[in-house]
């Protein structure tokens, strides 16, 4: 069942009627019973995974939770870790080793046809930063073990994130809930907003996004609009997706993480990134960078730098080594590839790099008499800001490192805007409705820019909505349901959402 098909929104309905007719103590074991069949539903061979790493986790928490020794309590805690790790390194980057090891061994290795479980790495960093957690005594083990199964694999959460963490999920998630008008309707903006990102912004720039990077000798031309299109469609698909998977666990009374906020306006790489899947780059500040910036190797290399280096070159450096090592983590995290790694160390490069620059900077706006506090300094920031990130999505959806580079030559050297008309949109390679694509992102994008702004500005929106009168609130409901079939793609054609899967 995907996110975006019938039949899984036809299950979130009868199990929301269902959830608060039963009596309140079990809530929680019919969210474990809807999650574990829409887990069953996507592949039962997968299922087994996630159960390996939810017994294991689960038992070394309590484990944990009655060892005082901490030497035991580190071994019980990089067993388990290597454990669940490993499945995910075995399943996701066995076969970009082999292929990699090819080029230098004489014989051919075979490759695996590992299956990949819905959501593995979603859950596995979920659950490792539980068992960390509880290992640096920030939160209690779970004593039971349903209702940890219910933190690992709650059915919305699993699908794409966001990453949760056991100490704030579990306030909501394990808590009786009686029917709110209010929050469901909330819940089914949330949803139908969502929806409106994914299948009006994402799924019309499909079209255009695979016709430049799968053709791309074909588009030489349409280089530059190639990362514009895939930031329109990966934003909308990414971040509609949260917004519908919320939407559907707000439904339940249960409130998940938020993981973008309005990521467009960042005013650098360090701020988008504050902005964009959030979750994930907490996750990483709490269990990569922090760790590594602690490490022993860390404190001498530290000790190094303020003896032999200048006051704040000692300071930065650590921290923009840390730093690169976390987007290297990061770049692995989105896939095995080369693109990928590529694709985080220039995102960890230029933060670090910003970080060594930090004083140098300042004193050149002071020198120019920058007031970086105006609002032609932030629209300047903000548009340099996107110009690098737009330069990084190269690396992310290109096939190959080589074909990222070939690429942006061709932005600089080659510009054929007509070459859009000339893309087909739709089924049977027809353009005839190329045009009408155009114009709808157009009018998507202004309205996301719109919406974007104002939240950006502090105004809450979906409260604003509730407060209206009744009839205004249901043509709202009515205008985005009703925009969905006529500006959107079918699900059919787009199929689901990009990190389903990861």
């Not at 039971?144 to 219910?150: N, Y």
């Not at 080594?321 to 080369?338: D, E, K, M, R, Y």
């Not at 960890?348 to 140098?360: C, D, H, R």
Request: aromatic share 16%; glycine share 6%.
């Amino acid at each position: 069942m995907n996110l975006n098909s019938l039949t899984l929104l036809l299950v979130v309905a009868v199990s929301v009627i269902v959830y608060y007719l039963i009596p309140k103590r079990f809530q929680p074991v019919l969210l474990l019973i809807v999650s574990i069949f829409y887990y069953i539903s996507n592949g039962f061979g997968a299922f087994f995974f996630i159960l390996a790493t939810t017994v294991t986790t689960y038992l070394a928490g309590l484990a944990l939770g009655r060892e005082s020794d901490d030497g035991r309590r580190r071994r019980i805690t990089a067993l388990t870790l290597l454990f669940n790790f490993g499945i995910l390194f075995m399943l996701k980057y066995t076969n970009f080793i082999i292929l990699n090891l090819d080029a230098f061994l004489p014989g051919k290795l075979r490759t695996f046809e590992w299956m990949l479980p819905l959501g593995i790495s979603f859950y596995t960093f979920q659950s490792m930063g539980y068992l960390l957690d509880v290992c640096w005594k920030r939160t209690e083990a779970e004593t039971s073990l349903f209702r940890f199964a219910l933190f690992v694999s709650f059915f919305p959460q699993i699908m794409q994130g966001p990453i949760g963490r056991y100490g704030k999920l579990k306030k909501t998630l394990f808590a009786p809930h009686s029917f709110d008008r209010e929050r469901t309707e909330a819940a089914i903006l949330k949803i139908l907003w969502g929806f409106f990102k994914k299948m009006v912004l994402a799924d019309n720039a499909l079209y255009f996004v695979n016709a430049a990077f799968n053709d791309y000798e074909r588009y030489p031309g349409l280089a530059v609009f190639s990362v514009l299109f895939y930031s329109i469609q990966l934003y909308g698909d990414f971040s509609g997706g949260i917004d519908v998977v919320t939407g559907i666990a707000l439904l339940f009374g249960v409130e998940l993480d938020a993981n973008f906020r309005q990521p467009f306006f960042a005013t650098s790489i360090a701020d988008f990134w504050h902005r964009w899947h959030i979750t994930l780059g907490t996750w990483m500040k709490d269990y990569v960078f922090y760790p590594i910036s602690l490490s022993g190797w860390m404190g001498s290399f530290r000790k190094w730098c303020r003896k032999h280096l200048p006051k704040q070159t000692a300071r930065a450096l650590p921290v923009a080594i840390a730093n690169i090592l976390v987007f290297l983590v990061v770049g692995v995290w989105h896939g095995a590839a080369w693109k990928y790694i590529v694709y985080g160390l220039y995102n960890g490069i230029i933060i670090g790099f910003s970080e060594l620059m930090a004083v140098s900077y300042k004193n050149a706006k002071t020198r120019l008499h920058i007031n970086d506090k105006s609002r032609g300094w932030k629209v300047f920031m903000v548009l340099r800001t996107f110009l690098l990130v737009n330069i990084s999505w190269f690396f992310d959806n290109a096939k190959t490192v080589p074909q990222a580079f070939a690429m942006m030559r061709n932005a600089v050297t080659h510009f054929t805007p007509s070459l859009l008309l000339t893309v087909p949109v739709g089924p049977g390679g027809s353009t005839s409705f190329t045009k009408y694509a155009l114009i709808i992102l157009a009018f998507a994008c202004i309205v996301l820019f719109v919406v974007s702004l104002l939240k950006e500005k502090g105004v809450n929106i979906t409260a604003c909505i509730l407060q209206r009168p009744f009839l205004v609130r249901i043509f709202v409901y009515l205008l985005l349901l009703i925009m969905l079939p006529a500006l959107g793609q079918p699900p059919v054609q787009t199929g689901g959402f990009i990190y389903a899967q990861f």
